[in-house]
């Protein structure tokens, strides 16, 4: 793409004036677009194949496996090299699943992916933000992302948030010459500009690549599991010169091994203790975890723009969220108007049909359009747009039967400082926000407001409220359940609101949140982060909001230890939905709420909530379960390489034999496990509590297999096959066993997968051909027999382990902290 210089191309015969009545046309767009100078940004919503492919496949680990197989096909020992294909089989169904899903997001980001509004043409288009070329006239309206840079050509009380770029929560009011920015938000009022810089030159394209990106964010889950194999790396080549020299030893030592041949067979057995000891599957595991979830939650109309989040919603302990679209449908209805002291011979349904029909009015406003149709054309002399920020909007009439000033906006922000006065009208408002009902108040006065007073949002004392506007909102069905599963799973719940805080509090009662007397109103929250964390511990319900607040608040509940998620569907929201740890943003709400959220709830559903908590406590759940399974196998590996290397032993297993044993006891069991329900609340101390059952765990396996080959040299009468097969029939017996407990609690499912599991392993060691293939033997009876006596020791090793971690962790959900 041509870098963009901010130079607009020459527009022969067009001067600034009939670009901003006309826009480009179509000849201008296509020289643009031939040119490169679109909004195009070649970054994707997702990682490249390519990035899923290298970090699958191109490992320290995984070369080391791979080459370890390579190695064994060059010495002739092809059966003993399956491992490989084993391994490079699970690199695969990591690229399968993670590509799967990839496809799966980027559809669904596609089609949720924001628009912009242009000029072309004479006519208004919406295109995609990509579409949008150098000097295009872009329309603003209320609620819209500014999708490239521009400068101001028209403007009507045009106000842009620039929070998301400047840190600066106040709105910037924009005139014909300033410039917007990509990235930022229109909160009030409308206009055109003329786009400067598009693509890589615009903030909007770095800001919604930098929130969109498939990564996988920093979590607990995935910094434990890099921790482990940064240990096991650094480990490795140390051990593998105890392998291999242990190994040529036992094979007479160095020179005579490399002179009768005899460092084949102790490289294959040194090549056995160095795969045993890499978790390859721990890694695919994790992945295809939070892929599956990332799927699951796609099929409920959950887009999730990062993987990792899905961890992140098991480990969430307060939801923020508005009154608005996640208590209520957020459809706002007309319910009552109370006419108080209207003008003389005005017509102030009139008046309110006009604030509806404007085309900056808000959601509340445009409610009133059903009830109140603009019969007439009423002329306005001057107008003060909504704006988020002062509440209330402004229109004059020089004539006619709405002559005057007249104010709409909330009550306590058009005349609560005049309290005095207007004690009937506030009393009103007030009794009705005790219900449940949201209220405007219909301002008039005879004196018209000054250019001063509208540039500096200043209301005439002249004012007094002549209608009180009553208005509902439908609460959700599925509120009330929504809010008591989250409660129930120790979830805490904080409703932060831009409405009355009486309005507030009452719906959130008619929703089942357990919470008596009023809202605690924002405007007196303290700015000292430490007193604003203390409330935010204290009050469950907020009202009078503002924007900056909602950010403010979300950083005290983080200062106070709290993983946040907050929801959002308004502009204004996107700085705390930002925020957030898990920012949420609803499907319906604006563009750039979407922009900066991690899940999106396509349909604006907030009963989705639940089933995004479960899911997330699935994938950590599960993943956790998964970990101990390949830890123990890491821990029994290392130990065992350690002590054969040490004393000089021969590895009492081919990689072929791994293979199988890893197989059964590891990886099948794990593939199925890390996909299964699991509704185990999360607490944290991932590695720590893996590592904790792991390690005794392994040892126990590590004991009993040594145990055996103690018995066998003592002996001195065994082959070495049915060493290898004594020593299988050891390590499988208490692996399966590690199996069974992290299985727990058993139903039909997962008692039908150890059951085989366990049929798996004695086909493997009955069944001639397959054992004839592995390099096992019958042993002989009294091998037999210790080997099963091994076994069977550590099994109960094993669980007396188990149940001893149960005691010390009691408040552990289910009393078992793998699994509930």
């Not at 979300?554 to 925020?579: C, E, F, R, W, Y």
């Not at 009492?652 to 199988?660: D, E, I, N, Y």
Request: proline content about 4%; some cysteine.
């Amino acid at each position: 793409m041509r870098e963009s210089t901010g130079e607009a191309i020459a527009l022969p015969g067009r001067d600034d004036a009939t670009l901003a009545a006309d826009g480009l046309d179509a000849d201008q767009v296509a020289e643009r677009v031939a040119g490169g100078l679109t909004n195009y940004q070649p970054t994707p919503t997702s990682r490249s194949f390519w990035h899923i492919l290298r970090t699958n496949l191109f490992t320290l680990l995984n070369t080391i496996v791979i080459g370890s197989a390579v190695l064994l096909l060059l010495l002739g020992q092809w059966q003993d090299a399956l491992f490989g294909l084993a391994a490079l089989g699970n690199a695969l169904i990591g690229v399968v699943q993670e590509y799967r899903a990839k496809r799966a997001l980027d559809r669904l980001a596609l089609f949720n992916a924001p628009h912009a509004r242009v000029l072309r043409a004479g006519e208004v288009r919406e295109i995609a933000m990509a579409d949008v070329v150098l000097d295009e006239v872009i329309v603003l309206h209320t609620g819209d992302l500014v999708p490239a840079d521009a400068v101001v050509l028209h403007s009507e009380g045009l106000e842009i948030d620039e929070s998301l770029l400047t840190g600066e929560s106040a709105p910037a009011e924009k005139t014909v010459g300033d410039e917007v920015s990509s990235g930022s938000t229109v909160v009030a009022g409308k206009g055109n500009a003329r786009v400067v810089r598009v693509g890589a030159d615009s903030f909007a394209s770095r800001l919604t690549v930098d929130v969109k990106r498939f990564s996988l964010v920093n979590s607990e889950l995935r910094n434990s599991v890099n921790r482990v194999l940064r240990w096991i790396s650094v480990a490795l080549f140390p051990l593998i010169v105890i392998v291999i020299n242990g190994q040529m030893q036992a094979a007479g030592g160095w020179a005579e091994a490399i002179a009768s041949g005899a460092w084949r067979h102790a490289s294959v057995g040194a090549i056995a203790s160095v795969v045993a000891m890499i978790p390859l599957g721990l890694v695919l595991m994790t992945s295809i975890a939070f892929a599956a979830g990332a799927v699951r939650l796609g099929r409920q109309s959950v887009l999730v723009h990062e993987l990792a989040a899905v961890e992140g919603l098991a480990r969430v302990d307060v939801v923020c969220f508005d009154k608005t679209g996640t208590l209520t449908e957020g459809e706002i209805v007309f319910d009552s108007a109370h006419e108080l002291e209207t003008p003389a011979g005005s017509d102030w349904r009139q008046v309110l049909a006009w604030f509806a029909a404007d085309d900056n009015a808000n959601a509340t406003t445009r409610s009133l359009r059903a009830v109140f149709p603009l019969a007439g054309e009423l002329r306005a002399s001057a107008t003060v747009p909504f704006s988020s920020s002062r509440r209330w909007s402004a229109v004059s009439f020089d004539g006619g039967a709405a002559q005057g000033l007249w104010v709409l906006g909330s009550p306590d922000e058009v005349v609560g400082a005049q309290l005095a006065e207007n004690r009937p009208a506030m009393q009103l408002a007030a009794s009705l926000a005790l219900t449940g009902h949201r209220t405007l108040v219909l301002a008039h006065s005879a004196q018209p407001m000054t250019a001063e007073q509208a540039a500096h949002d200043l209301l005439p004392d002249t004012l007094r409220p002549a209608v009180i506007v009553s208005l509902g909102e439908k609460l959700r069905p599925t509120a009330a359940r929504t809010l008591a599963y989250l409660v129930e799973q120790g979830v805490v719940l904080r409703v932060l609101s831009g409405d009355d805080p009486h309005t507030v509090a009452a719906v959130a009662r008619r929703a089942g949140l357990n919470w008596e007397g009023d809202g605690y109103d924002a405007r007196n929250l303290p700015h000292d982060p430490q007193l604003l964390a203390a409330i935010m511990e204290r009050y469950s319900v907020f009202g009078r909001v503002t924007p900056s607040q909602k950010k403010r608040m979300v950083i005290a509940l983080q200062s106070s230890g709290h993983v946040v998620a907050m929801t959002g569907d308004g502009v204004n929201d996107a700085p705390a939905v930002k925020q957030a740890d898990i920012g949420i943003a609803m499907g319906s709400g604006s563009a750039a709420t979407r922009a900066v959220s991690r899940i999106v709830l396509l349909d604006s559903d907030f009963a989705h909530l639940p089933g995004i908590i479960r899911e997330g406590r699935q994938v950590i759940a599960n993943i956790e379960r998964v970990s101990m399974l390949f830890l123990t196998k890491t821990a029994y590996a290392v130990l065992l390489s350690v002590v054969f290397g040490a004393l000089l032993w021969e590895f009492p297993f081919l990689p072929r034999q791994l293979s199988a044993s890893d197989g059964l006891t590891i990886g099948i069991p794990a593939f199925f496990l890390a996909l299964m329900p699991n509704s185990r609340r999360y607490t944290p101390g991932f590695l720590r509590r893996s590592l904790t059952f792991a390690i005794p765990s392994g040892v126990t396996v590590a004991l009993a297999v040594i145990a055996v080959n103690v018995y066998a040299r003592a002996t001195g009468r065994f082959s070495a096959g049915a060493v290898h097969t004594g020593s299988m029939i050891a390590l499988s017996l208490v692996a399966l066993w590690v199996l069974l407990i992290l299985a727990r609690p058993l139903d039909l499912r997962r008692a039908a997968l150890v059951l085989a599991m366990y049929v798996g392993v004695a086909g493997v060691l009955i069944v001639p051909f397959i054992r004839d293939f592995f390099g096992f033997a019958v042993p002989p009876a009294p091998l037999f027999l210790m080997s099963l006596a091994a076994g069977a020791v550590g099994s109960v090793v094993v669980e007396l382990v188990h149940r001893y971690l149960e005691r010390r962790r009691p408040d552990d959900p289910g009393g078992a902290f793998w699994s509930h």
